[in-house]
């Protein structure tokens, strides 16, 4: 394999598998994806400060790798209403946070008009302190409650752009094949419909990110054609802001116990993917992210040696990775965020959700 032919060729669906196959050249390929890195980003680490928010953890899906729902009922399900979404944005904002990322469950009585209701009262609240970048609602919220609300997608988006939605995570991807997704997420939106509800985003003017969750049931086969999909897109419309390689975590999960997977993904293909993804994205999607939250400190930095140039966020407040069994904890600092940059010889600098440089 002629992998410095790789630097510059614009990389097919079977020089992609073939380079998720190729276990010779394993460190070549984590070198090549470097040098692409540099090329393209330099040596600049971005990070953003920020706090997550669920703003309820009961949810009407039936995801078998989600370890985070909760049944109505259940003494640990709770539902924050606007102003506690509102009042929790307010305090992140209060201790230097520039971005909060919202996101809930699948349920009737969440439509467009509560979504656009929590968008108005953190911007409300927020507005005499600076205000702050709202990332919120996955492509599978945003559809569902659209058909609550009795509204096309399109328009669903234009209330949501309307009433301050900033971007929006591309989360809800899992796998963008509609054969693993009928296993691993049944009732979650089609392969064709996460499609739609991102591209219609990006051309109502809401940025979203990216995302790849691996390590279950999927083929390689499958993670080419799902960076295939997120490449397409981008040259479509160059809304996606930054990759998200999401690894997945077995120990709680429904398919881990159901005996249908073993273990999550290798550290080897942990790396694989930030390599590849950086060596077939280039400069399409020039922002890879790697999550510490998922991989740990140690190997989130190894990952900036290969390909990622981005390390998230502070979070502030976590719960879904650490449901499914992260073990990473749910809260950095910025100071140790910075000091993770810093220890692999790279340079820390402070991003907002547009990857605008803050500091």
């Given amino acids: 394999?002629?992998?410095?032919?790789?630097?510059?060729?614009?990389?097919?669906?079977?020089?992609?598998?073939?380079?998720?196959?190729?276990?010779?050249?394993?460190?070549?390929?984590?070198?090549?994806?470097?040098?692409?890195?540099k090329d393209i980003v330099g040596d600049t680490v971005t990070y953003v400060v920020n706090a997550n928010i669920n703003f309820t953890n009961v949810c009407s899906g039936t995801c078998k790798f989600c370890a985070f729902k909760a049944?109505?009922?259940?003494?640990?399900?709770?539902?924050?209403?606007?102003?506690?979404?509102?009042?929790?944005?307010?305090?992140?904002?209060?201790?230097?946070?520039?971005?909060?990322?919202?996101?809930?469950?699948?349920?009737?009585?969440?439509?467009?008009y509560f979504q656009?209701?929590?968008?108005?009262?953190?911007?409300?609240?927020?507005?005499?302190?600076?205000?702050?970048?709202?990332?919120?609602?996955?492509?599978?919220?945003?559809?569902?409650?659209?058909?609550?609300?009795?509204?096309?997608?399109?328009?669903?988006?234009?209330?949501?752009?309307?009433n301050g939605l900033n971007s929006m995570p591309g989360t809800a991807a899992e796998i963008l094949d509609d054969e693993v997704r009928s296993e691993i997420c049944p009732t979650k939106l089609k392969t064709s419909e996460w499609i739609d509800v991102v591209s219609t985003a990006h051309k109502t003017g809401i940025n979203t990110t990216c995302t790849m969750m691996y390590g279950?049931?999927?083929?390689?086969?499958?993670?080419?054609?799902?960076?295939?999909?997120?490449?397409?897109?981008?040259?479509e419309t160059g809304g996606f802001t930054e990759f998200v390689p999401l690894t997945f975590l077995h120990e709680n999960a429904p398919l881990y116990h159901m005996e249908r997977v073993k273990s999550g993904a290798s550290g080897m293909l942990d790396l694989k993917v930030y390599a590849i993804s950086r060596i077939f994205f280039k400069e399409y999607i020039k922002n890879i992210q790697t999550s510490w939250v998922k991989?740990?400190?140690?190997?989130?930095?190894?990952?900036?040696?290969?390909?990622?140039?981005?390390?998230?966020?502070?979070?502030?407040?976590?719960?879904?990775?650490?449901?499914?069994?992260?073990?990473?904890?749910?809260?950095?600092?910025?100071?140790?965020?910075?000091?993770?940059?810093?220890?692999?010889?790279?340079?820390?600098?402070?991003?907002n959700t547009c990857y605008e440089i803050i500091k």
Avoid at 139 to 154: C, D, F, Y
Avoid at 216 to 235: F, P, T, V
Avoid at 296 to 302: A, D, V
Avoid at 319 to 326: E, P, Q, W
Wanted: proline share 2%; with cysteine.
């Fill in 116 to 162: 656009a209701e929590i968008l108005k009262k953190v911007k409300e609240i927020t507005k005499n302190y600076g205000g702050i970048d709202i990332h919120a609602f996955s492509p599978m919220e945003v559809k569902s409650a659209a058909e609550n609300a009795g509204l096309s997608v399109k328009e669903a988006l234009k209330i949501l752009k309307e």
């Fill in 216 to 235: 279950h049931i999927e083929e390689n086969k499958h993670l080419a054609e799902h960076l295939s999909i997120l490449r397409k897109i981008q040259k």
């Fill in 295 to 351: 991989l740990g400190t140690k190997l989130s930095q190894i990952s900036l040696n290969c390909g990622a140039n981005d390390i998230g966020g502070t979070l502030m407040e976590e719960s879904i990775s650490k449901a499914a069994g992260g073990s990473y904890g749910t809260y950095m600092s910025e100071e140790k965020l910075k000091d993770m940059v810093l220890a692999v010889g790279r340079i820390p600098k402070q991003r």
């Fill in 71 to 112: 049944e109505h009922g259940d003494p640990n399900a709770f539902f924050l209403s606007p102003e506690q979404v509102a009042k929790k944005a307010l305090e992140a904002r209060k201790t230097g946070a520039t971005e909060v990322c919202i996101q809930g469950g699948l349920l009737k009585e969440i439509d467009t």
């Fill in 1 to 37: 394999m002629d992998l410095m032919s790789f630097k510059e060729k614009e990389l097919s669906k079977k020089d992609c598998v073939e380079l998720f196959e190729d276990t010779e050249n394993f460190f070549d390929i984590l070198k090549l994806a470097d040098s692409i890195r």
